[in-house]
């Protein structure tokens, strides 16, 4: 197993290629001459600036919004995002990885740009999520793939990987649970809802959903606040305050109970399967603390492992470790 905490790759990697994230337009080439030609991969495509491109999907009659970069014919990297946010988590990640490599990132239902269906019609379950992005990832043709898996992603990607062990060809986790040993304090109200599913243990939960909560999210733990970007928590909260949108993530907060039954057969496809794996955690989350990164080390002996100083949301804070991490992890493993 490697191991490391906040361990500065030797890979050098053109820092405008970190961040130049809103506007969808990144360079990711090494070359340190502005002025030199676009490189070329081995498939022929041209990767000095990838386009970001918006789009959507209707699986089983609910748009679903992803945004997708990179060549076609590129390995496939999955990213699937976390709670509160949506695939806005990875706009600067995305051009950083699709100069080489196929990258998709879907909204699931409720967050970003998908569809909000009512829960009279349709069930806010990660079952549900599992499925439809199962779903798009068919009408895209893809059936194998690297996933980045983050909070809600990690149980959304639990569920693909169970179900089409064969698909996985790697995985990158960042401060998303497979271990018991994860939950802790801030989970214990979560977990008294889970307990009596009561409408008092509900109400007491919708503090989770308020403009406090969505900033502490961004700002508790990171080592520079200067580094995080208002306009994070201001369009989560926006999103959230959609009528109805509370009352989703209540459902939601039940339904990950239905996780933890999930996490021995995670654990034994991970022995199974021996994906190759990156840990790329903030190990000052208070969500997702450090606690939930260490036991992937007994499933996965040969798991790459990194502690960053950082919090919840680490690609908004340390983007500039990560990506040669994740760059050099994909290169020798993936691509």
Not at 110 to 123: E, I, L, V
Not at 310 to 332: C, K, N, Q, S
């Amino acid at each position: 197993m490697k191991s490391a905490e906040v361990t500065p790759p030797q890979t050098r990697i053109d820092r405008r290629c970190l961040v130049l994230g809103l506007s969808g337009i990144a360079v990711a080439t090494t070359s340190p001459d502005a002025s030199a030609k676009p490189q070329r991969d081995g498939r022929g495509a041209t990767g000095s600036y990838p386009v970001v491109y918006h789009r959507t999907k209707s699986v089983d009659g609910i748009k679903i919004f992803y945004r997708e970069a990179g060549p076609k014919d590129a390995p496939v990297v999955l990213l699937l995002h976390g709670f509160p946010t949506s695939s806005h988590m990875f706009r600067n990640l995305i051009p950083a990885l699709a100069d080489r490599y196929h990258v998709i990132a879907p909204d699931y239902p409720g967050y970003g740009q998908s569809d909000m269906p009512p829960r009279t019609s349709f069930k806010y379950t990660f079952d549900r999520f599992g499925e439809l992005v199962d779903g798009l990832l068919g009408q895209l043709g893809v059936t194998r793939y690297a996933m980045y898996v983050m909070d809600y992603g990690a149980p959304v990607g639990w569920r693909l990987a169970l179900k089409h062990p064969e698909r996985v060809s790697g995985l990158i986790v960042q401060n998303g649970n497979a271990y018991d040993e994860g939950l802790k304090e801030f989970w214990n109200p979560i977990k008294q809802y889970w307990a009596d599913g009561s409408d008092t243990s509900r109400q007491a939960l919708m503090k989770l959903v308020t403009l406090e909560t969505t900033k502490f999210q961004y700002t508790d733990g990171m080592s520079d606040v200067s580094r995080i970007s208002p306009d994070n928590w201001v369009q989560d909260q926006a999103l959230l305050d959609r009528p109805g949108n509370s009352d989703i993530q209540m459902d939601l907060f039940y339904d990950y109970r239905t996780n933890l039954p999930l996490y021995p057969a995670v654990q034994a496809y991970f022995r199974k399967h021996k994906p190759p794996t990156l840990i790329v955690w903030g190990k000052n989350d208070f969500i997702f603390p450090a606690d939930g990164a260490h036991p992937y080390k007994r499933d996965l002996p040969q798991v790459e492992f990194h502690l960053i100083n950082t919090g919840h949301f680490a690609l908004e804070d340390r983007f500039d470790e990560m990506v040669p991490l994740i760059r050099d992890f994909l290169a020798r493993k993936i691509a």
